[in-house]
């Protein structure tokens, strides 16, 4: 039987990466990049997540990064603490 809050690894890994590439682009002051990865970040959580905590921590600190822009180290950390919640 599968935790009905359990990420499937790919769904996982694809945030993990989008996360990670948006903290790297935004600490580097690319904002588009991070903007692009963020969006699709939020998209992909909205439409691969099971509702429920999980998804809405990782929606609202995506939504809260792009915010952050152009404070790039503002929304790096916005981004690397999403990650940390889709771990989890």
């Given amino acids: 039987m599968t935790d009905p809050d359990e990420v499937p690894h790919d ?15 935004a ?3 690319d904002e588009p990049t991070a903007r692009a990865a963020l969006d699709t970040a939020e998209t992909v959580a909205t439409n691969k997540l ?4 999980r998804r809405d921590r990782v929606r ?3 939504a809260a990064a792009l915010d952050a822009l152009p404070n790039g180290d503002l929304a790096a950390a916005y981004a690397t603490a999403t990650a940390d919640a889709v771990a989890e």
Wanted: glycine share 12%.
């Fill in 27 to 29: 600490a580097e002051g």
């Fill in 60 to 62: 609202w600190g995506c």
């Fill in 50 to 53: 099971p509702a429920g905590e």
């Fill in 11 to 25: 769904v996982r890994a694809s945030l993990e990466q989008l996360l990670a590439a948006a903290a790297t682009a």
